[in-house]
Structure formats: C-alpha cells, structure tokens
C-alpha cells in the first residue's frame, strides 16, 4: 500500500455552502443592528413629531379655525339683515336707506374683526388676481409708431430704422438738381398699440414720402446700374424697350448661338419718382451708349510693335506714346513690357456670349535622338513633323466688340499631328578660341539684350559710314572680356574676315541677323544653334581696329539698321 496522500477532489457544492452561510450571517448582523438603531432613534423622532404636531394645531388649525367661526356668524347673520331691509320696505321704499345704514353701523360694530380679517384675506388675493391679469393683457400686447411727416399722417412703422431706411431710398431716388427735394430728419413718432393696424413696408413709406411733395412727383419706373440710380421713365415698357433695344445692337438676333447679357448690375424698380428726375427715352438712351476713355494695361508679346499695339486697340501711336513717356523717342519695345493703353467703352456695356466652331491647329512633338559620333553642331531631321488638326468648339465673351474670354467647350481631333525626330550629335567640339562649344536652343525671343554686359558705353555710334555701334572703354577696359548674343539664333560664320577680324554672324529669323566683330576669340562654330544671352567670344582687337572694343551690327532683311533700335545700354 502506498504511503503517498492522494489530493481530495474538487466540490462547487462545499463551495456553495459556505458562501450561503456566510451571506446568511452578514444578512442577520444587518437586521440586529437596524433593530438596534430603530430603538435608539425612535423615542427622539416620536418627540419631535409630537411637539410639530402640537405646533401646528397652535398656530394654524386653531386661528383657522376661529376665524372661520367668526366669519360663518357673520355670514349666518346675512339673511336676517336682508329680512329686515323688506320688512323696512312695505312701509316705504325709502326707508330701506336709513336701514342699510344701520344695519352698516351694527355690522361695523358687532363684525368689526371679522371684516378686517376678510379684508386681509380678500385684499392680497384680489392684489395678485389683478396683476396676474395686467402681466398677461399687456405682456400680450404689441406696439408700433404712429408716424407724422410735413404734417400728414403717413400711417404705422415697426421702429425708428424703419423711416430711415425709407428716407435714404426717397433721397436716392432723387435727381436733386437743385436741391428742391430734401427729407425730413425729425419727423413726428407716436407710439401706439399696434393691434389690426397694418405697417408700411420699406418700399411703400418710401412712396408715402415722396408722395407728400404733392405735384412734383409722379408715377414712373427708375433705372439702376449697379445700384446707382441713372434716372426714370414714365412708361415701364418704354425702359425695357430701350434697354432691350442696347442690347439687341451687340448681337445677331436670329442666330441661336448667340445672346447679349449687360455686364452691370440692370434693375428697374417701379414707384413714385419726382418729376425732375424722370428723362426723355432719346436722353436717357445717348447717356446709357455715351463713350468714354478708359486707361488699361497691355503686355507685349512676341512680334508685337508700337504700331500694331496701337493699332490693336484702335490708337495713333503718338497717343500710345503720350501715355507711355518711356517709349517717347524709340520704337524698341520688349516681351513683357507693360503699356498704358486706352479704349473708348460705353456707360452701360454690353457682353456678347458667341458659340463658334473653328480649326485649330496641333503643334507636332520633336523626338531628339542624340550620335555620339557626330559633332554637337550636328543636327538632321530624320522624320519631318507635321501639325494637326482639331475642330474646337468654344464660347466668347466679348465686350464692347472686344474679346475678353474664351471658354473650349469641346474639340475633335481631326488629323493627328506626326512626331518630328531629330537626329543630334554630342561629339566634343572645341571653337577656335579654344573653349568647348555648348548647344544652346537657338530660341529667338523677339527682344534683344545689350552684347557687353561688362560695359555700357560707346566710342562711336550708328552715321553714314559706319552702320554700327563700337562698344567699348568706359571704367573698366573690355579686353578680353566674354561678349554675349543678343537673342538666340544659328552661328551662319564664325571665322576671320577681312576688315572684321574674328567675326561671327547669328541668325535670328525672320530677316534678323547680328554680328561681333574684332574678337580675340570665338567661343562658336558654324551651324552651332546658341541661346540668349550664351558667349559668342572675346572681345579684342583684330581686323581693322584701333583698339579693343566690339563692333555690334544689326542686319534686317539684308539692310544694316541703327542697333540702338533693338538695344539698350541701360
């Protein structure tokens, strides 16, 4: 037999059992002690409760009590009194005053007590009926203010803003001339319980005002354009006839692609105007179409001239010129350049919104493939590009005939534009200066730059004989010192040439072309495409020269012109 212990098994039932017993105990601990407490706090709370009751019945069942016990006498009393007042009254009917005022004194008398308690119970009672009643009539109740104005009675408004309001449209509606027309700023308020009274509107007390200036107002219809009011018309149809009339000489009609829309704010508001300030159709048309000048901005673009500015937006070029004093001695205007233009525009414009359908072109791709075994002055067009085409269908907004907006509404490719490619080499080139030769974009930007930043001045200018200008001493010497091509272009020559010395010859397009003579050196070669503002050599003294400076020249379709027509030095 084995020596070792074996472990009693696990009983919920045992477990059960004593949680209950435990429970039970604490549940019978808490009933002894409420006993306990109820014993001890009892004969405290009884005495207590008998000495609140005995105060009660002291000072308010008892009072009550009598009190009521007298005023039931005297209420008991009522039927006798009235007893005698008949019997008082088969003698004669007057008799029945000096009963009443008998049977008053004994009342006095005998209930004098009892009524003063009535009358303290009655008295606050009535007292807080009434105001109870008061608090709600008038609490209830809504007021207004009579108004007065030039000694009329104009009717009800809701509060004070109310005439100001009006009065400021009254005066707004007035073409005061001659300040025969002017509001009352103190009329004459009252207030008043509002009750069934109906109040004027903003619109109707400004009529009532104006009414009381008897014949010198009238019926008619005003004009506003943004707000501001223009002037009136006695016939509400006639005013729309005119304005419609404005609009329909902007616009075909009978074409459905198109509508006209005023570009202010048109209302027309019916009411009582004065006389003055009501004006003739014909006036009021000529005021609403009359041209005036406005001052604007334009921004040059590429191609752009002051002639063609000018022209574009229907001006001399000497006006353009007034209102530009900077460009008062030279025709040389710059990609970006602000200018002050003018237009003439009507009072009262009118915005046009056109459909139209048009061919637009697509510009081509260019695909570069770069040969390592070509030179970077290599380039051939070994696919050619073509542009394509798109129908686009887009919404204009013009003014005053003027294009102001173009909205693309929706486009169809009609022909797909072909990818040029363009075969470039990127072998090493070294110029004959001895520099590296670097592609530029050959971009031509319309505008020129000034070819020696170093330096500013010139030792002779642009004269029969010499159609140049030679840049050149100044505070620093220009030796040696890099010269730049005045916008981009292709080197056409880059070499020596007779009385130029070291010369190199850039094609801008378009019948351009500039040249830099008397060069050290040459930082270019031929068929290389350079950028504005990219080094084109060293500035010296090569050829026939008398010392370093450079000979800037600008060629236009084959003709050397004045380069300062292009150039600026400051």
């Known amino acids: 037999m084995s020596n070792q212990h074996t472990k009693a098994p696990f009983r919920i039932g045992a477990v059960i059992h004593r949680m209950y017993r435990y429970y039970y105990g604490i549940g019978l601990q808490a009933i002894r002690l409420s006993h306990r407490v109820r014993r001890t706090v009892s004969p405290g709370l009884n005495r207590w409760k008998r000495r609140i009751a005995l105060l009660w019945k002291r000072r308010v069942t008892l009072p009550v009590h009598r009190q009521w016990q007298k005023l039931k006498r005297m209420f008991c009393a009522f039927p006798r009194a009235c007893r005698e007042l008949r019997q008082a009254t088969k003698g004669h009917p007057l008799r029945v005053f000096p009963s009443l005022l008998w049977l008053g004194k004994r009342a006095v008398s005998h209930y004098k007590e009892e009524l003063l308690t009535l009358w303290r119970l009655a008295g606050p009672v009535a007292a807080t009926v009434v105001l109870i009643i008061t608090l709600a009539s008038w609490g209830n109740t809504e007021y207004c203010l009579a108004l007065t104005y030039a000694g009329q009675d104009i009717g009800y408004i809701d509060n004070e803003n109310a005439y100001s309001v009006a009065a400021t449209m009254a005066e707004d509606r007035v073409v005061n001339v001659d300040n025969s027309f002017a509001v009352e700023v103190a009329p004459t308020l009252a207030v008043t319980i509002k009750g069934d009274k109906q109040t004027l509107s903003d619109e109707a007390l400004c009529d009532a005002i104006l009414s009381t200036a008897g014949d010198s107002i009238t019926q008619a219809t005003g004009l506003y354009i943004n707000d501001d009011f223009i002037g009136a018309m006695a016939s509400d149809g006639e005013l729309n006839t005119l304005l419609d009339g404005i609009k329909d000489g902007h616009f075909d009609k009978n074409d459905a692609n198109q509508r006209a829309e005023f570009v202010q704010k048109v209302e027309t508001v019916a009411g009582l105007y004065p006389i003055q300030s009501v004006i003739a159709g014909t006036d009021l048309k000529d005021q609403l179409t009359a041209q005036t000048v406005e001052k604007h901005t334009y921004t040059v673009q590429a191609g752009d001239t002051l002639s063609t500015i000018a022209a574009k937006h229907d001006m001399t070029t000497t006006q353009l010129r007034q209102l530009n004093p900077s460009f008062a001695k030279t025709d040389m205007v710059r990609i970006g350049d602000v200018l002050t233009i003018q237009r003439p525009q009507s009072f009262l414009q009118v915005k046009v919104i056109k459909t139209i359908s048009y061919t637009e072109t697509i510009d081509y791709k260019t695909q570069i493939i770069y040969n390592d075994k070509q030179p970077v002055t290599y380039s051939k067009v070994k696919t050619k590009g073509q542009e394509g085409s798109q129908i686009v269908t887009a919404e204009v907004t013009l003014v005053d005939g003027l294009e102001i907006g173009r909205k ?78 005045a916008d981009g272009g292709t080197v056409v020559f880059a070499g020596r040439y007779y009385g130029y010395g070291n010369y190199v010859k850039i094609d801008h397009g378009n019948g351009i072309q500039t040249t830099y003579a008397h060069l050290n050196a040459i930082s270019v070669v031929k068929g290389q495409k350079v950028s504005r503002g990219q080094q084109v050599g060293l500035i010296g003294n090569t050829g026939n020269s008398r010392g370093p400076h450079l000979h800037f020249e600008v060629i236009r379709n084959g003709v050397r012109v004045n380069p300062l027509n292009y150039v600026k030095p400051y």
């Open 408 to 485: 693309t509404i929706a486009t169809t490719v009609t022909k797909q534009p072909v990818t040029k490619v363009e075969e470039r080499g990127t072998k090493r080139v070294v110029s004959s200066g001895g520099t590296v030769v670097q592609q530029g974009d050959g971009i031509t930007h319309g505008s020129m730059l000034w070819p020696v930043p170093i330096c500013r001045n010139m030792s002779r200018g642009y004269f029969a004989g010499h159609y140049a200008i030679d840049i050149a001493n100044g505070p620093v010497t220009v030796n040696n010192k890099p010269c730049i091509a």
